[in-house]
């Protein structure tokens, strides 16, 4: 199973961004949990977003009103829509996925390779 994020980049403050995570492999049935989480120099990995398979979202204060996760089952695809970007967006993006591989194997994360995302102020 493959997480491959796309979409990061350099913007400026205020500016927008659009990530996209698409999972691949041996993947039985849908993703459940979807993610994205990020983590700044210095700093601790943290959860920007979370998306259930029912579309139940879980923001983290700090983005809340700016970012926007949606989801394509079909594609197994998760988006992040980053809007009115601060300087202190600035991280690598990671995204995950809580997915089976057959029917008879445990749920497990699975972890994207990280995008890059640098707001300029």
């Known amino acids: 199973v493959q997480l491959q994020a796309s979409g990061g980049g350099l913007v400026q403050a205020g500016g927008s961004l659009r990530l996209s995570c698409a999972a691949s492999g041996s993947i039985f049935g849908i993703l459940t949990t979807m993610g994205w989480y990020r983590q700044a120099p210095g700093k601790q990995r943290e959860l920007v977003v979370g998306i259930t398979s029912g579309g139940f979202t879980n923001y983290a204060d700090s983005v809340k009103g700016r970012f926007t996760i949606s989801r394509d089952n079909a594609k197994n695809t998760v988006y992040l829509q980053m809007n009115s970007l601060k300087p202190e967006d600035t991280a690598v993006y990671y995204c995950?996925?809580?997915?089976?591989?057959?029917?008879?194997?445990?749920?497990?994360?699975?972890w994207g390779q990280g995008t890059l995302v640098t707001v300029s102020s």
């Open positions: 995950n996925a809580n997915l089976k591989t057959s029917a008879l194997s445990r749920a497990q994360y699975y």
